[in-house]
């Protein structure tokens, strides 16, 4: 079963896509936001992370960036959820692996998240 973490200020929204991403097969764990993202990490190990791009005082494109820049972290890929893709997409994607622009289509964020885990991890959506 792979792993994601969700990062979100937003805890409705975080709620939705545990119990979304939890009902096709993922193991799923969110956090408020914070910049010890690397102690996250190394804590829940996860496959996969996504996080929302502009958090209360964090960031999400910074803390791509420190995901990316790390050599122990840097495989793991990184979706940026964002209700201003325009002009998020304008300043950077920060190195993530696919930006999706908010409100969150969820049956399209399952085939995304499917298509950038290793091969072997495929879940249908419910």
Same mark, same amino acid.
């Given at each position: 079963m792979s792993k994601?973490?969700?990062l979100d200020d937003d805890k409705e929204l975080l709620g939705v896509i545990k119990e979304i991403l939890s009902l096709n097969g993922f193991d799923v764990e969110t956090s408020a936001p914070t910049y010890e993202i690397n102690d996250l990490? /190394?804590?829940h190990r996860p496959d996969l992370i996504i996080m929302d791009y502009l958090m209360d005082d964090v960031n999400g494109g910074e803390l791509c960036s420190i995901i990316k820049n790390?050599?122990?972290?840097?495989h793991i890929?990184?979706?940026l959820l964002s /209700?201003?893709?325009r002009i998020i997409q304008s300043l950077g994607t920060y190195g993530c692996d696919l930006f999706v622009a908010k409100p969150v289509e969820f049956s399209?964020?399952?085939y995304q998240i499917n298509n950038l885990l290793p091969k072997g991890k495929d879940y249908e959506y419910h």
């Open positions: 994601i973490l969700v990490v /190394a804590i790390d050599l122990s972290t840097q890929p990184v979706i /209700a201003y893709d399209t964020l399952v």
